[in-house]
């Protein structure tokens, strides 16, 4: 493997009648006035260029790189159906969490999408994947001190680049079933009419574990899932030094939120005897879209730019069981959370005689966040003891609305052949629930000391503004004397996190076949931003430590033959804080009394994580195993315990049949958790967990693809 270190209906609509209006240009065949072969080539070779051109955009220098192309994808157990965020777990640093949440390198989530250089707003998701990885061409993944041009999400960088233009028509369906009712379908369609091409991918799945099960056992009670996805990317050459192009994406995840069986009911409702916590019916629904319009363009040499508009609309809605929610936490609420974004990204390069190239960019988004909140609770005394058992309607909507705003400039130097080095800075504000501002200095350097060696160092001065999608908008005072009574000193608010991360690493060939890397990183935080499910919804609410240190080792291998290819990567990294500065009512007195005065182990902390794969193909057959290793996240009193250490096998085989009759068709069998490992992500306990999960049991995929 090549590996380094609500939907909006009115839109969907325009959406799909213009792909199928572009789908159908397509096929209407060439008349006296259709473009020539040469013509063709000419379009290609410059397509080829432009992208390689928008690609320099977007300098790594200083930064840990890991790339994952199209055959890796291919060669992982489940293909290019393997969900986005197992996709990432082959990353070193990267640690899974429940609800399909992943962490770099100690940092909660703070990940920043790019697809073809446009950042992609994060979405309010509990556990929901948004994207697809069938439209991922390449991936790569930066992480540590980036340069100037990524700013907000820094914790790693996703840069995904879809696939390029096909001077012809191709596409494929699939087809996968198996364990737990699986069934999954997709389809693609890629292809080009002289200065247009189109890439158009969807797929629909549909399984009976959507959410990791609260208990041990293979099967989960009550956990349904449905997800749709869609994708496209539209392309259109005006001559060789521009183009524009239009992205968007949509998806539509429902889930079921699965039960425990036995649980006894802490609360009392009138008029209702028994609730039986197997038989509960509590919902969630996620659904996103986002579209950006692009424009690039470049001289004869030395200038590239591309400008991007974008907007964003994401929502979930958690509905609860309006009895055994309320009989079992005391509370029942209808949550309903939308965030809209609408702004600006561009970004330019400059090449500055022969040693110098200067990058800038500026940035700008406005976005309106809202929550619908109809809470049902009982009332209860000062200590919390229910007091009467006839519940009490509480409304709690609010909205939000702010804007962010940055700009950078920064410039890689070369003097000499083999030292680059890049500077620069940027600067950012953001105005929501809180209005701050940093200046933000970068540097990174990378020095080839021969053909198989490279080293690389870097600072970047980081500031993260406080997702506005998971801003805890209670009020505490309407829930004063119930039984989701908060503490009357709690502060809402979410401050924007400042840190200073240092970087450095070494890559090191043995011979053309083996490269091994080592990696190390220490960063100091102040306002460290984390998240927790603090309710029986699934939904997160960010908060603040005063203060935090986070550092760690990675280490990587890759093996490349002509047929086989292996990689292993092993992480070791620590990430305490201490003092609790803003959402103090999600702890109780005697664990925010210790955070004050001790460091304590942040909840999604794992001592050690490592991945390992391999794939082995002759003729038109493929073998293929991947597994994960992880020491056990955080739990207990102030996160001071860790969960059992954990290991997962999956491998799959793969043959490409071809007959007269159906062409070529590609089956793959894929064994997941071979080993049928029963292993625990979360307990229950712990800062911010709201509930055990456990990790799936074994599961048998059988998947037909069709290429046409």
């Not at 959507?210 to 997800?227: F, K, R, S, Y």
């Not at 609860?320 to 330019?348: C, K, M, S, W, Y």
């Not at 000062?382 to 920064?410: E, K």
């Given at each position: 493997?090549?590996?380094?270190?609500?939907?909006?209906?009115?839109?969907?609509?325009?959406?799909?009648?213009?792909?199928?209006?572009?789908?159908?240009?397509?096929?209407?065949?060439?008349?006296?006035?259709?473009?020539?072969?040469?013509?063709?080539?000419?379009?290609?070779?410059?397509?080829?260029?432009?992208?390689?051109?928008?690609?320099?955009?977007?300098?790594?220098?200083?930064?840990?790189?890991?790339?994952?192309?199209?055959?890796?994808?291919?060669?992982?157990?489940?293909?290019?159906?393997?969900?986005?965020?197992?996709?990432?777990?082959?990353?070193?640093?990267?640690?899974?969490?429940?609800?399909?949440?992943?962490?770099?390198?100690?940092?909660?989530?703070?990940?920043?999408?790019?697809?073809?250089?446009?950042?992609?707003?994060?979405?309010?998701?509990?556990?929901?994947?948004?994207?697809?990885?069938?439209?991922?061409?390449?991936?790569?993944?930066?992480?540590?001190?980036?340069?100037?041009?990524?700013?907000?999400?820094?914790?790693?960088?996703?840069?995904?680049?879809?696939?390029?233009?096909?001077?012809?028509?191709?596409?494929?369906?699939?087809?996968?079933?198996?364990?737990?009712?699986?069934?999954?379908?997709?389809?693609?369609?890629?292809?080009?009419?002289?200065?247009?091409?189109?890439?158009?991918?969807?797929?629909?799945?549909?399984?009976?574990?959507?959410?990791?099960?609260?208990?041990?056992?293979?099967?989960?009670?009550?956990?349904?899932?449905?997800?749709?996805?869609?994708?496209?990317?539209?392309?259109?050459?005006?001559?060789?030094?521009?183009?524009?192009?239009?992205?968007?994406?949509?998806?539509?995840?429902?889930?079921?939120?699965?039960?425990?069986?036995?649980e006894i009911p802490v609360f009392v409702l009138a008029g209702v005897p028994t609730v039986d916590s197997a038989l509960l019916d509590a919902r969630?629904?996620?659904?996103?879209?986002?579209?950006?319009?692009?424009?690039?363009?470049?001289?004869?040499?030395?200038?590239?730019?591309?400008?991007?508009?974008?907007?964003?609309?994401?929502?979930?809605?958690?509905?609860?069981?309006?009895?055994?929610?309320?009989?079992?936490?005391?509370?029942?609420?209808?949550?309903?959370?939308?965030?809209?974004?609408?702004?600006?990204?561009?970004?330019?390069?400059?090449?500055?005689?022969?040693?110098?190239?200067?990058?800038?960019?500026?940035?700008?988004?406005?976005?309106?966040?809202?929550?619908?909140?109809?809470?049902?609770?009982?009332?209860?005394?000062?200590?919390?003891?229910?007091?009467?058992?006839?519940?009490?309607?509480?409304?709690?909507?609010?909205?939000?609305?702010?804007?962010?705003?940055?700009?950078?400039?920064?410039?890689?130097?070369?003097?000499?052949?083999?030292?680059?080095?890049?500077?620069?800075?940027?600067?950012?504000?953001?105005?929501?629930?809180?209005?701050?501002?940093?200046?933000?200095?970068?540097?990174?350097?990378?020095?080839?000391?021969?053909?198989?060696?490279?080293?690389?160092?870097?600072?970047?001065?980081?500031?993260?503004?406080?997702?506005?999608?998971?801003?805890?908008?209670?009020?505490?005072?309407?829930?004063?004397?119930?039984?989701?009574?908060?503490?009357?000193?709690?502060?809402?608010?979410?401050?924007?996190?400042?840190?200073?991360?240092?970087?450095?690493?070494?890559?090191?060939?043995?011979?053309?076949?083996?490269?091994?890397?080592?990696?190390?990183?220490?960063?100091?935080?102040?306002?460290?931003?984390?998240?927790?499910?603090?309710?029986?919804?699934?939904?997160?609410?960010?908060?603040?430590?005063?203060?935090?240190?986070?550092?760690?080792?990675?280490?990587?291998?890759?093996?490349?033959?002509?047929?086989?290819?292996?990689?292993?990567?092993?992480?070791?990294?620590?990430?305490?804080?201490?003092?609790?500065?803003?959402?103090?009512?999600?702890?109780?007195?005697?664990?925010?009394?210790?955070?004050?005065?001790?460091?304590?182990?942040?909840?999604?902390?794992?001592?050690?994580?490592?991945?390992?794969?391999?794939?082995?193909?002759?003729?038109?057959?493929?073998?293929?195993?991947?597994?994960?290793?992880?020491?056990?996240?955080?739990?207990?009193?102030?996160?001071?315990?860790?969960?059992?250490?954990?290991?997962?096998?999956?491998?799959?085989?793969?043959?490409?049949?071809?007959?007269?009759?159906?062409?070529?068709?590609?089956?793959?069998?894929?064994?997941?958790?071979?080993?049928?490992?029963?292993?625990?992500?979360?307990?229950?306990?712990?800062?911010?967990?709201?509930?055990?999960?456990?990790?799936?049991?074994?599961?048998?995929?059988?998947?037909?693809?069709?290429?046409?």
């Amino acid at each position: 493997m090549n590996r380094s270190n609500s939907l909006r209906a009115p839109l969907a609509a325009v959406l799909i009648l213009f792909t199928g209006n572009a789908a159908r240009a397509a096929d209407v065949p060439p008349t006296d006035s259709a473009v020539t072969s040469d013509t063709l080539e000419t379009i290609v070779v410059t397509a080829k260029r432009l992208d390689e051109a928008r690609n320099g955009l977007s300098p790594d220098t200083g930064s840990s790189i890991y790339r994952l192309n199209h055959d890796d994808l291919v060669a992982l157990p489940l293909g290019e159906a393997t969900p986005f965020n197992q996709v990432m777990l082959q990353a070193p640093g990267v640690v899974g969490d429940s609800f399909g949440q992943l962490h770099v390198r100690g940092d909660h989530a703070n990940l920043q999408y790019r697809i073809n250089g446009v950042v992609i707003p994060e979405a309010i998701t509990g556990f929901g994947q948004t994207l697809d990885s069938r439209f991922a061409n390449q991936l790569n993944f930066l992480t540590g001190a980036l340069p100037a041009q990524y700013g907000y999400r820094t914790a790693g960088v996703i840069d995904i680049q879809t696939k390029g233009y096909v001077p012809d028509k191709s596409g494929s369906v699939s087809l996968a079933g198996g364990s737990r009712d699986q069934g999954e379908a997709g389809a693609e369609a890629v292809g080009s009419s002289g200065a247009f091409s189109y890439s158009l991918i969807g797929s629909y799945l549909r399984n009976n574990l959507g959410i990791e099960n609260p208990t041990p056992e293979p099967d989960a009670l009550h956990d349904t899932t449905n997800q749709a996805k869609g994708f496209g990317y539209l392309s259109y050459i005006l001559d060789d030094r521009s183009r524009v192009s239009l992205m968007f994406g949509i998806s539509d995840n429902h889930f079921e939120i699965p039960n425990t069986p036995g649980e006894i009911p802490v609360f009392v409702l009138a008029g209702v005897p028994t609730v039986d916590s197997a038989l509960l019916d509590a919902r969630q629904q996620e659904q996103n879209s986002f579209e950006a319009l692009s424009y690039q363009g470049a001289d004869r040499k030395n200038l590239t730019f591309q400008v991007s508009l974008f907007h964003r609309h994401t929502t979930v809605h958690y509905s609860p069981d309006p009895v055994g929610d309320l009989v079992f936490n005391g509370i029942a609420a209808d949550i309903h959370r939308t965030d809209e974004e609408t702004g600006l990204q561009a970004d330019g390069s400059y090449r500055l005689g022969d040693f110098h190239t200067l990058r800038m960019g500026v940035f700008f988004n406005q976005e309106q966040f809202t929550v619908g909140n109809s809470a049902t609770v009982f009332p209860a005394d000062a200590a919390g003891n229910q007091t009467s058992t006839s519940p009490l309607l509480i409304l709690d909507d609010s909205n939000i609305d702010g804007h962010t705003a940055g700009v950078y400039l920064q410039d890689e130097w070369q003097p000499l052949k083999a030292l680059t080095i890049n500077y620069g800075a940027r600067y950012d504000r953001v105005d929501t629930v809180v209005d701050e501002q940093q200046f933000s200095p970068r540097f990174g350097m990378v020095y080839k000391a021969s053909e198989a060696t490279s080293l690389h160092v870097g600072y970047a001065r980081y500031f993260t503004p406080p997702p506005t999608e998971k801003i805890d908008t209670t009020t505490v005072a309407k829930f004063l004397n119930t039984t989701n009574a908060l503490p009357s000193d709690a502060n809402t608010a979410v401050s924007s996190e400042r840190s200073n991360y240092y970087d450095a690493g070494i890559s090191q060939k043995f011979g053309p076949r083996v490269t091994m890397g080592l990696d190390a990183y220490y960063r100091e935080v102040k306002d460290l931003q984390d998240e927790g499910q603090f309710g029986n919804a699934l939904i997160f609410s960010a908060f603040n430590y005063a203060e935090g240190r986070i550092y760690g080792v990675e280490m990587t291998t890759s093996y490349h033959a002509d047929h086989l290819s292996a990689y292993g990567n092993l992480a070791y990294s620590v990430a305490k804080a201490r003092t609790v500065a803003t959402g103090q009512f999600n702890f109780d007195d005697a664990e925010f009394a210790y955070i004050a005065t001790h460091w304590v182990h942040l909840d999604h902390d794992q001592l050690w994580a490592g991945s390992a794969g391999v794939s082995y193909t002759w003729a038109t057959n493929t073998l293929s195993a991947d597994g994960l290793f992880g020491s056990g996240l955080r739990r207990g009193f102030a996160n001071s315990e860790s969960l059992p250490s954990y290991g997962v096998l999956n491998v799959a085989a793969s043959r490409l049949f071809s007959s007269p009759g159906i062409g070529k068709l590609d089956v793959r069998v894929s064994l997941l958790n071979g080993l049928d490992r029963v292993y625990q992500l979360r307990d229950g306990s712990g800062i911010g967990v709201g509930a055990p999960q456990f990790g799936p049991r074994r599961a048998v995929y059988l998947s037909l693809r069709k290429d046409f």
